[in-house]
C-alpha cells in the first residue's frame, strides 16, 4: 500500500514486532508509537485477550459461512454501546460504508450522498470527492473513477449550516455520511449547535444520517455518538473494532431495519450488494468480542484521555513558549498539532493549512528520536499501554525541534 512509504526520509521503517504501544524495527531500535496503524491498532499492538481468543479459535475454524454464538454477543453489545438496534458486521469500514449507502438509497428511494469537503470513508466512490472552486469533483488521487460524481455526490464544507439546508432542500439526497468530528485533513471538531441542526435539517428533508465511528471512537467505549448524545439513523465502525484483525461493522434503527429488511431477506440469492463470504467469519467475530469485552472499555479510556490531555498540555506549553503560531486539537485519546494559529472550521482551511515540507520535517525529527507519529499529519493516539513518560518525551522532542527552527 502507498501510505507504507509514505513517512519522512527516502525509506520506511520495516517492522519486526509490535506490542502494546510499542514497536522495534527490523534494526532493533524500538519506538514508542502514536501512530497505533492509523488507528487499526489504537487500542495497542496484540492486547493479551485479543491474541488469546484468536488462538482458541483458530482450532475450532476460520469462516465456515455460518453465524456463531460470539456473532450474537458482538451485535447486542454494539446495541448497548451504540444504541441502534440491528447490526450487521463486514470485513471493511469501506464495505460498512457502502452498504450502509445502499441501504439508504433503498430506503429514500433517492439517488444522492452528501459528505464534507475533505472526508475520508475508506474507498467508497461516492465519498472519493472534493470540491474544487465550489464545484464537485474527484480527489486528485482517485484512481478511475467510475462516474461523473456531480451524479451521485453533494460536497458541502463542515459546520456550514446554510450550506446544509441549500444542499438537502430538493429532496433528491438519501443520506449524509459524516464522521461526527472530521479527522482525515486533521481534528476538526463540529461547531456548538451543529450537529442538533445536521439532525434536525436531515429529519426534516427525510434524509437519513450515517455517522462513520471508525476514528472518532476515540471519544468513548461508545464513540462519539454516545459521548454526546448524539441520534443517528446509521453508523458505520472499522479499524480497532477488533484489534486490527480485519472487520468492520454497521447499525441501523428499527425504523431503517424495517424498510430495508424484506429485501435483504427475500431469496433472491447473494445479488443484494451486501455482505461477503468471509464477512462475519468465526475469527473475525471472536476477535471483535474480545475487543469490545476486554480492551475497548471504560477503564482503558480512563487511562488514554487524561493521556491526550498532558501530551496535548506539552505541546501547546512550548508553542506558547516560542510564541510560535500553531495550535494543538485534541479529541477523546486522540491530539493533533497543526502550523496555523486557530483550528480550521472545515476541510477546506485545513488543506490550505498544510505545510508538508514541515509536517515532514517534524516526523523525520521525532524518528530519529524513537517515536512514531502518523504521517499524512502530526497525529498521536494514546493507547491502554502507552507511557506518561513516552508523553513528556514526546514534549520535550517537540520543543527541541520547535526551538531548532526558530533559533
Given at each position: 500500500?502507498?501510505?507504507?512509504?509514505?513517512?519522512?526520509?527516502?525509506?520506511?521503517?520495516?517492522?519486526?514486532?509490535?506490542?502494546?504501544?510499542?514497536?522495534?524495527?527490523?534494526?532493533?531500535?524500538?519506538?514508542?508509537?502514536?501512530?497505533?496503524?492509523?488507528?487499526?491498532?489504537?487500542?495497542?499492538?496484540?492486547?493479551?485477550?485479543?491474541?488469546?481468543?484468536?488462538?482458541?479459535?483458530?482450532?475450532?475454524?476460520?469462516?465456515?459461512?455460518?453465524?456463531?454464538?460470539?456473532?450474537?454477543?458482538?451485535?447486542?453489545?454494539?446495541?448497548?454501546?451504540?444504541?441502534?438496534?440491528?447490526?450487521?458486521?463486514?470485513?471493511?469500514?469501506?464495505?460498512?460504508?457502502?452498504?450502509?449507502?445502499?441501504?439508504?438509497?433503498?430506503?429514500?428511494?433517492?439517488?444522492?450522498?452528501?459528505?464534507?469537503?475533505?472526508?475520508?470513508?475508506?474507498?467508497?466512490?461516492e465519498a472519493l470527492a472534493e470540491l474544487d472552486g465550489g464545484i464537485v469533483g474527484p480527489n486528485p488521487g482517485s484512481i478511475g473513477p467510475p462516474v461523473d460524481l456531480r451524479l451521485t455526490t453533494k460536497v458541502i464544507e463542515f459546520n456550514d449550516v446554510p450550506a446544509l439546508e441549500r444542499a438537502l432542500a430538493p429532496r433528491d439526497v438519501a443520506a449524509v455520511l459524516a464522521e461526527p468530528a472530521m479527522t482525515n485533513q486533521g481534528i476538526i471538531l463540529p461547531d456548538p449547535g451543529y450537529h442538533a441542526a445536521l439532525r434536525e435539517i436531515t429529519r426534516r428533508t427525510g434524509t437519513l444520517l450515517i455517522l462513520d465511528e471508525t476514528h472518532t471512537i476515540c471519544e468513548g467505549p461508545g464513540g462519539y455518538t454516545r459521548a454526546h448524545r448524539l441520534e443517528p439513523d446509521m453508523i458505520t465502525l472499522g479499524k480497532p473494532l477488533a484489534s486490527g484483525v480485519?472487520?468492520?461493522?454497521?447499525?441501523?434503527?428499527?425504523?431503517?431495519?424495517?424498510?430495508?429488511?424484506?429485501?435483504?431477506?427475500?431469496?433472491?440469492?447473494?445479488?443484494?450488494?451486501?455482505?461477503?463470504?468471509?464477512?462475519?467469519?468465526?475469527?473475525?467475530?471472536?476477535?471483535?468480542?474480545?475487543?469490545?469485552?476486554?480492551?475497548?472499555?471504560?477503564?482503558?479510556?480512563?487511562?488514554?484521555?487524561?493521556?491526550?490531555?498532558?501530551?496535548?498540555?506539552?505541546?501547546?506549553?512550548?508553542?506558547?513558549?516560542?510564541?510560535?503560531?500553531?495550535?494543538?486539537?485534541?479529541?477523546?485519546?486522540?491530539?493533533?498539532?497543526?502550523?496555523?494559529?486557530?483550528?480550521?472550521?472545515?476541510?477546506?482551511?485545513?488543506?490550505?493549512?498544510?505545510?508538508?515540507?514541515?509536517?515532514?520535517?517534524?516526523?523525520?525529527?521525532?524518528?530519529?528520536?524513537?517515536?512514531?507519529?502518523?504521517?499524512?499529519?502530526?497525529?498521536?493516539?494514546?493507547?491502554?499501554?502507552?507511557?506518561?513518560?513516552?508523553?513528556?518525551?514526546?514534549?520535550?522532542?517537540?520543543?527541541?525541534?520547535?526551538?531548532?527552527?526558530?533559533?
Open positions: 500500500m502507498n501510505w507504507m512509504a509514505r513517512w519522512a526520509g527516502p525509506y520506511p521503517v520495516f517492522v519486526d514486532r509490535a506490542a502494546g504501544a510499542r514497536l522495534w524495527d527490523v534494526d532493533g531500535h524500538a519506538y514508542a508509537d502514536f501512530c497505533l496503524g492509523d488507528t487499526g491498532a489504537m487500542f495497542g499492538h496484540a492486547p493479551a485477550p485479543v491474541v488469546g481468543a484468536i488462538r482458541r479459535q483458530l482450532r475450532r475454524g476460520i469462516t465456515t459461512m455460518l453465524p456463531s454464538e460470539d456473532s450474537v454477543w458482538v451485535g447486542s453489545e454494539l446495541a448497548r454501546r451504540f444504541g441502534l438496534p440491528y447490526w450487521q458486521l463486514s470485513m471493511t469500514a469501506t464495505d460498512a460504508n457502502r452498504f450502509a449507502l445502499r441501504i439508504a438509497r433503498e430506503v429514500t428511494a433517492r439517488p444522492k450522498v452528501l459528505v464534507f469537503n475533505g472526508c475520508y470513508h475508506g474507498t467508497v466512490d480485519p472487520v468492520a461493522a454497521f447499525g441501523m434503527s428499527a425504523a431503517t431495519a424495517e424498510l430495508s429488511l424484506p429485501k435483504a431477506r427475500a431469496d433472491t440469492g447473494d445479488e443484494s450488494g451486501i455482505g461477503g463470504t468471509l464477512s462475519g467469519n468465526p475469527l473475525a467475530a471472536a476477535a471483535t468480542r474480545a475487543t469490545l469485552e476486554r480492551v475497548i472499555t471504560p477503564a482503558a479510556f480512563r487511562h488514554m484521555i487524561p493521556l491526550a490531555r498532558r501530551w496535548t498540555t506539552g505541546v501547546d506549553g512550548a508553542i506558547r513558549q516560542l510564541g510560535l503560531p500553531w495550535h494543538v486539537t485534541r479529541l477523546g485519546a486522540r491530539a493533533e498539532y497543526r502550523f496555523r494559529p486557530t483550528p480550521p472550521r472545515n476541510g477546506g482551511e485545513a488543506l490550505g493549512a498544510r505545510d508538508l515540507e514541515l509536517d515532514r520535517y517534524f516526523h523525520l525529527y521525532a524518528l530519529n528520536r524513537e517515536l512514531l507519529l502518523t504521517p499524512f499529519h502530526n497525529m498521536a493516539l494514546m493507547a491502554p499501554s502507552t507511557r506518561a513518560r513516552d508523553v513528556d518525551h514526546h514534549t520535550r522532542v517537540f520543543r527541541e525541534c520547535a526551538q531548532e527552527l526558530v533559533g
